[in-house]
């Protein structure tokens, strides 16, 4: 089992669900959160004063799945969220040792 995490734009986010279902990954957990790259932050104006924005805004996704599937989600996720400019994100593939369904005692491949 792999554990996916991607980074990726928050306008990209349905857009990466719906074709995540269309393959049957029926789980997923969201995130919003900040952050930086090589696109750094960006400089704003508010009431007349600049302001850099050091951390941008990002969706985080985290998908646990089966060693088979991997492949399929990682290309998924990256032809889905991909924009061509900069920012549009990473993905980590991530071992997982174990997963528990906590209704029903499943483990492993089972809980997922």
Do not use: C, W
């Amino acid at each position: 089992m792999k554990l996916i995490e991607a980074i990726i734009k928050p306008f990209k986010l349905d857009e990466v669900k719906d074709a995540l279902n269309e393959i049957g990954i029926e789980g997923i957990t969201v995130s919003e959160v900040k952050g930086y790259g090589r696109q750094k932050g960006h400089t704003e104006l508010y009431r007349g004063a600049e302001y850099v924005v050091d951390f941008i805004p990002k969706i985080k996704l985290e998908i646990a799945v089966s060693d088979e599937l991997v492949n399929k989600v990682v290309e998924t996720i990256m032809n889905t969220a991909k924009t061509g400019r900069i920012g549009d994100g990473k993905i980590f593939v991530i071992p997982l040792e174990e997963a528990v369904r906590i209704r029903t005692g499943e483990q492993g491949s089972e809980a997922i």
